[in-house]
């Protein structure tokens, strides 16, 4: 099967699922001539040329080796930075996905590989009766799971290790990002994934306060059905 793209979701919101999905466009760019980032809904922007982005957009676009119109990799963007149905109803909108798996065909067409990235974890509502994860689910791609190591990360990693495949779907790989310095046996609780999550650890990501947004310095190792040769 060829290799189209992957869904990047997390243990939790704050994790670095942004930072790690960077980081996975530059070293899929190594093999692909032409990637690109998706974040089908975003909440939270920020002034950024005279309007309002959403950052993390602004950071996939950066690692992206294509440029596509800013509907197709963030068709959804809203002011508040709350759970998507929260943020949606506020802004008087209703999320639905068809909107997001168009401009997912769209991209398609303008990149070999898409990298999509969800909001929040698994399980973020989008409206009253569909998830980030229902929306995964409609696109099909294996998924790459953002474990941030700290405290309590071994039960969230692994009961969303568990709705994924759950749901269907493959997890093909983890990254462990160290978003608490101070944490605890951290090297213990990663030898307690790899054991118990059945799935490669693609990278290890060493702790960097504040985080930055050039993910280039971050080494991943990708699966090797997602490697192939740069054209």
Known sequence: MVFEGCFVTGTDTGVGKTLVSAALLHTLAR???????????AAGLVPHAGGWVAEDALALRAASSVRVPPELDCPVALPDPLSPHLAARRAGRLLDLAP??????QLRTLADVALVEGAGGWRVPLNDRQTLADLAVALGLPVVLV??????CLNHALLTAEAIRRDGLTLAGWVANSVDPDMACRDENIDTLRERLGAPLLGVVPWQAPPGPDARHI???LPQAWQGPQS
């Open 219 to 221: 080494a991943l190792q």
């Open 147 to 152: 474990v941030g190591l700290r405290l309590g």
């Open 100 to 105: 997001m798996l168009d401009a997912y065909r």
């Open 31 to 41: 093999h692909h001539a032409r990637v690109v980032g998706m974040k089908p809904v």
